[in-house]
């Protein structure tokens, strides 16, 4: 631990590295601040909103951290449609640590085990031709209004040839498909 004064106020700056096997490291810091500079807790309200908002994550141990963690850079429904094995989640967090995540020990450990839960290696494509709306929000992640509208848009258009006609569709961003394109099949 190493304490520096800067501006009056205290802080304790704390630098770690966490094992989490097959030679896989997490290095972490933290920064405390005085007690009046440190952030409070979120409000219900706000962590209300934080679980609507991410409804499309399964419910458990380790689903608030990932929310708070990685929704500092990215949407963290990005893992829905990536499933990985543990030595694959294990790889993408250290990568996102080296990045700049922040997070203590525990929580990269609670956010590996959420991953390696609920979100397991691909093993089969969705025909994005075939796919019931409830299919597309299920296995490949998207919101309800966005699976309504691939199906609407098909029905309405023929079906789709690549992932690049699937950007066509309203309501979806190209980065959402792209997120996706590994998962999807058009036969």
């Not at 991953?115 to 296995?139: C, D, G, R």
Request: glycine content about 6%; proline content about 5%; aromatic content about 6%.
């Amino acid at each position: 631990m190493m304490k520096k004064k800067r501006s009056g106020a205290l802080r304790a700056v704390w630098c770690g590295v966490l094992f989490l096997g097959a030679g896989i490291a997490i290095a972490s810091s933290a920064a405390l601040a005085a007690p009046t500079l440190q952030q409070a807790a979120p409000p219900a309200a706000a962590q209300q909103k934080s679980n609507s908002q991410y409804a499309v994550l399964p419910d458990g141990p380790g689903k608030d951290t990932l929310v708070r963690v990685c929704s500092k850079c990215h949407s963290p429904t990005n893992v829905v449609a990536n499933g990985q094995t543990r030595d694959g989640w294990e790889d993408t967090l250290t990568k996102m640590a080296g990045m700049g995540a922040s997070a203590s020990d525990e929580e990269f450990t609670e956010i590996l085990d959420y991953l390696v839960k609920n979100f397991p290696p691909v093993t089969k494509k969705i025909n994005m031709n075939k796919a019931t709306a409830s299919e597309l929000e299920s296995q490949l992640g998207f919101t309800t209004k966005q699976a309504e509208s691939i199906v609407a848009y098909r029905e309405k258009n023929g079906a789709f040839k690549t992932s690049d006609d699937v950007k066509h569709v309203p309501d979806l961003n190209a980065s959402d498909v792209d997120a996706r394109r590994n998962r999807m099949t058009f036969q």
